[in-house]
């Protein structure tokens, strides 16, 4: 038993160190190309950021594992816009996310996470159709937001190209965090399958609770971050990029290799409350009169609570 909590918390720290180094490659290679710190974090950091749950997803979904791969997703989006948010919120000043992009994004996260439940909702299960038109809206918004991020930089693809092959170092390190995650990625799935029947509880709940938290690592780290080196539209652009990139990226390429079928009780309470937490994520954006502190520490207190309800 002690090798295998061993091996989770091993695998949790190649994941995290892995994202750290892909984050920082991915923010230098946006500072090269001149993109605004918004869409850095929109797309890119929340691309780099979001690679965990995407790949633990992954193979969790290729080993049979699907109810792990869609705790991790479930869970990821409710540590997002629940504890993250929080943390933001009481740290930060917020008012960089209340502007015409933060609000759309808002919109498409919240109108996306409704889809999601409704899809569940009818059908119970996502399958390859699902899975290949949650692929198709991920690569939509990352087009979108990287089409503006062109057209404010004032940059071309062939100029993008340029600067890329003139900095081969940021390209290897960039990889190299690729590589790092997928190594930790294929263990954390390992050690969680193993933890569950050591633990004797669920896939789903430790797919939802520790395989989610820890996955989630790295976008807490980078918006700590952010927000400590006094680059808020980084971590706010990051949070609403990620949670998309979760539920479309992660969520459809876990639904093509392999059907992803949701329980009653994941109906019942855990997609309302990220219903919840999308729907206060589209207030905050679009009514900048709340008390934004309170609302991050409510946010917060809901999330612990959350966690004591899945436990007990």
Not at 111 to 120: A, D, P
Not at 175 to 189: E, Q, T
Not at 240 to 248: E, H, Q, S
């Given at each position: 038993?002690?090798?295998?909590?061993?091996?989770?918390?091993?695998?949790?720290?190649?994941?995290?160190?892995?994202?750290?180094?892909?984050?920082?490659?991915?923010?230098?290679?946006?500072?090269?190309?001149?993109?605004?710190?918004?869409?850095?974090?929109?797309?890119?950091?929340?691309?780099?950021?979001?690679?965990?749950?995407?790949?633990?997803?992954?193979?969790a979904s290729a080993t049979n594992h699907s109810?792990?791969?869609?705790?991790?997703?479930?869970?990821?989006?409710?540590?997002?816009?629940?504890?993250?948010?929080?943390?933001?919120?009481?740290?930060?000043?917020?008012?960089?996310?209340?502007?015409?992009?933060?609000k759309r994004r808002s919109l498409i996260l919240?109108?996306?996470?409704?889809?999601?439940?409704?899809?569940?909702?009818?059908?119970?299960?996502?399958?390859?159709?699902?899975?290949?038109?949650?692929?198709?809206?991920?690569?939509?918004?990352?087009?979108?937001?990287?089409?503006?991020?062109?057209?404010?930089?004032?940059?071309?693809?062939?100029?993008?190209?340029?600067?890329?092959?003139a900095h081969p170092k940021v390209l290897f390190?960039?990889?190299?965090?690729?590589?790092?995650?997928?190594?930790?990625?294929?263990?954390?799935?390992?050690?969680?399958?193993?933890?569950?029947?050591?633990?004797?509880?669920?896939?789903?709940?430790?797919?939802?609770?520790?395989?989610?938290?820890?996955?989630?690592?790295?976008?807490?780290?980078?918006?700590?971050?952010?927000?400590?080196?006094?680059?808020?539209?980084?971590?706010?652009?990051?949070?609403?990029?990620?949670?998309?990139?979760?539920?479309?990226?992660?969520?459809?390429?876990?639904?093509?290799?392999?059907?992803?079928?949701?329980?009653?009780?994941?109906?019942?309470?855990?997609?309302?409350?990220?219903?919840?937490?999308?729907?206060?994520?589209?207030?905050?954006?679009?009514?900048?009169?709340?008390?934004?502190?309170?609302?991050?520490?409510?946010?917060?207190?809901?999330?612990?609570?959350?966690?004591?309800?899945?436990?007990?």
């Amino acid at each position: 038993m002690p090798q295998i909590f061993f091996k989770f918390i091993l695998s949790l720290i190649v994941v995290v160190c892995g994202a750290r180094f892909f984050i920082k490659t991915s923010v230098s290679l946006a500072r090269l190309l001149r993109f605004p710190e918004m869409v850095i974090g929109a797309t890119i950091v929340s691309l780099a950021t979001t690679m965990p749950e995407s790949l633990v997803s992954l193979f969790a979904s290729a080993t049979n594992h699907s109810s792990l791969a869609f705790g991790n997703i479930v869970g990821s989006g409710l540590v997002n816009l629940g504890f993250l948010l929080g943390v933001i919120l009481l740290a930060g000043h917020g008012q960089e996310g209340r502007g015409g992009r933060g609000k759309r994004r808002s919109l498409i996260l919240f109108f996306l996470t409704l889809f999601v439940y409704l899809w569940f909702l009818v059908f119970g299960r996502i399958g390859l159709i699902g899975g290949m038109i949650l692929i198709a809206l991920a690569f939509t918004f990352l087009v979108y937001t990287l089409r503006y991020s062109l057209k404010e930089s004032s940059e071309t693809l062939r100029v993008v190209e340029t600067k890329l092959e003139a900095h081969p170092k940021v390209l290897f390190k960039f990889l190299l965090g690729v590589f790092l995650l997928i190594l930790g990625a294929r263990f954390l799935v390992e050690s969680g399958v193993a933890l569950t029947q050591i633990l004797g509880l669920p896939e789903l709940v430790v797919g939802i609770s520790l395989v989610a938290i820890g996955t989630s690592l790295p976008e807490l780290v980078t918006a700590l971050t952010a927000l400590a080196s006094g680059h808020e539209k980084i971590s706010l652009g990051n949070l609403t990029g990620a949670t998309v990139l979760t539920f479309t990226l992660a969520l459809g390429l876990a639904a093509v290799i392999s059907e992803v079928k949701v329980q009653a009780s994941v109906l019942r309470f855990d997609l309302p409350l990220l219903l919840f937490f999308s729907g206060l994520t589209l207030a905050f954006s679009h009514f900048p009169r709340l008390p934004q502190k309170a609302l991050g520490a409510f946010l917060i207190i809901m999330y612990l609570f959350y966690l004591v309800f899945v436990f007990l």
